[in-house]
């Protein structure tokens, strides 16, 4: 089974969205949490972490180095055994909720609660779960080559998600 499997999404009133993804990675959460709390674990699949101050209401500078997008923040959940939460401009709420299952595994439960049109929820679908493929690639000692990045996979996703929401 894939570690990122359809994300699911539902309105929050006119322009707003909550999506929600699981993801499933055979990874211990001491290796897992790195990648999502460090400038260069967040560099490896997600984006540049130009500001990072590792605490609650520290600021966040993230940089996506395949859009250029630069977005600014605080981080508004900190607790080292399991949830991060970065609410920044554009993206909105970004939460990661780690669960440890056994001990060499562990689920994600992703939320991004975020502003935008049904186009920006696709897009957002597509964008976050090629992210987490690139997550677990990083893992796995594959970091994103951000200078080779392409669209291709994106597109696919979006696609996918397209057709998957008018079901």
Not at 14 to 34: I, K, M, N, Q, S
Not at 56 to 73: E, I, K, Q
Not at 92 to 113: A, C
């Amino acid at each position: 089974m894939p570690p990122v499997s359809h994300a699911t999404s539902e309105s929050r009133g006119e322009g707003r969205w909550l999506l929600r993804f699981e993801v499933h990675l055979p990874c211990a959460y001491a290796d897992l949490w790195p990648a999502l709390t460090t400038a260069d674990g967040l560099r490896g699949w997600l984006a540049a972490a130009d500001v990072l101050e590792r605490r609650l209401g520290g600021a966040v500078t993230l940089r996506w180095l395949n859009t250029g997008t630069t977005v600014s923040g605080r981080i508004t959940a900190w607790d080292v055994e399991r949830v991060v939460e970065y609410t920044v401009a554009e993206h909105g709420r970004i939460r990661f909720h780690l669960e440890p299952v056994g001990t060499d595994s562990t689920l994600i439960r992703f939320l991004n609660e975020r502003d935008g049109s049904d186009e920006d929820r696709l897009d957002s679908l597509a964008g976050w779960h090629h992210h987490f493929e690139l997550l677990e690639s990083a893992l796995h000692g594959h970091p994103a080559d951000w200078s080779r990045w392409t669209d291709a996979r994106w597109a696919e996703l979006r696609s996918s998600y397209a057709s998957f929401s008018r079901t």
